[in-house]
């Protein structure tokens, strides 16, 4: 079979090697569809602190099930099938007490582990979730990054009816945004530098957009909410700046949940933090219930994916697709790979 591998930064192999077997307890799953994301390139670029090569990428991914390991009762050949790319220990004290997604030994597949970027992949079988018949491939290698969404959307200490701002229209940003809406907020703001990815944040239903390139952000959150401002902010970039401009603009008392991933150390205002009674929360992955959750508001129609698809390769094109996504940063979103 053919895998792709990142073998050093911006050096990417096509190599023939042997199919895997699924172990017990194992599938065996024919990849189809894998979703291109900011970690992934950051780690082209041999930017990403936790992402070495060589590796095999690919953690957005759906895929059909072509084989069964002994002992796999679960799941049948053919079943179309995403999967949750988290490798745990099972014994530190997070994955004791429910919070896997946070293990101190956490392995993430297409990240710290073989990932999809081949034809064929054996993974545990409780990492794989089954998808409906109305998700096709396409929205399935797009639960991934839907359930980051979820997941930031339920560590907020309270949704319904609330107005949350969201910093960084990207994939992630407009995802989470989508989260956040369908699962009960009042009202979504979101801010970004992009004009692209700010139309195509409303033409996935987002209420407020603003570009706070050319518009003073502190003075749209008073137009549009009033004196009271939004009751909490969303930072979906990882930089310095958007950081800095939550804890800024946040309402006292108010809550900030952290989704971006920082490349850098940025400096921040922990004095405002404390002087204003903010709530700094981070926000990881996701769980299992969190993809229960994506899949449904896939299936009931409650978010939109479709805006969010710039392009497609196969999976020779890798390098390609790369260099799309450097030669289009500004208006790209999901770049997916075919297999
Ligand atoms: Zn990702
Ligand atoms: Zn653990």
Redesign the pocket.
């Known amino acids: 079979m053919i895998q792709v591998v990142l073998s050093q930064p911006e050096k990417i192999e096509i190599r023939e090697v042997p199919k895997p077997s699924p172990a017990a307890g194992q599938v065996l799953l024919k990849i189809k569809r894998i979703g291109i994301c900011g970690s992934d390139i950051h780690a082209y670029y041999g930017k990403h602190p936790y992402i070495k090569c060589p590796i095999v990428q690919g953690h957005e991914f759906s895929a059909e099930v072509a084989e069964l390991g002994p002992d796999v009762t679960q799941f049948q050949v053919g079943d179309r099938v995403t999967v949750r790319p988290q490798l745990?220990?099972?014994?530190?004290?997070?994955?004791?007490h429910g919070d896997?997604h946070i293990?101190?030994?956490?392995k993430v597949i297409g990240c710290q582990a073989e990932g999809a970027a081949q034809e064929f992949l054996a993974v545990p079988q409780d990492l794989v979730v089954k998808l409906p018949d109305s998700i096709d491939y396409d929205y399935g290698a797009m639960v991934e990054p839907l359930a980051v969404g979820v997941h930031a959307a339920g560590r907020l200490s309270e949704l319904k009816g609330r107005k949350v701002l969201i910093l960084g229209a990207g994939t992630i940003g407009n995802l989470t945004a989508q989260a956040v809406k369908a699962l009960g907020a009042n009202s979504v703001m979101i801010a970004d530098i992009s004009d692209v990815r700010l139309e195509i944040a409303r033409k996935c239903g987002i209420d407020f957009t603003v570009n706070n390139a050319r518009a003073d952000l502190a003075s749209e959150i008073r137009k549009t909410y009033g004196e009271s401002k939004a009751d909490a902010i969303i930072e979906c970039v990882g930089a310095g700046q958007t950081i800095n401009q939550a804890i800024t603009l946040a309402r006292k008392g108010s809550e900030i949940i952290v989704v971006g991933v920082f490349g850098e150390k940025p400096s921040v205002d922990v004095g405002l933090i404390q002087d204003r009674e903010l709530r700094v929360i981070g926000s990881l992955m996701y769980k299992k219930e969190d993809y229960e959750t994506a899949i449904d508001l896939i299936k009931s129609g409650k978010v939109h994916l479709q805006p969010l698809i710039s392009q497609r390769f196969s999976l020779i094109q890798y390098a390609e697709a790369y260099k799309y996504i450097e030669q289009n940063r500004e208006k790209t979103m999901k770049v997916l790979i075919e297999v």
């Open positions: 745990t220990c099972g014994r530190c004290y997070q994955c004791l896997y293990c101190d030994e956490l």
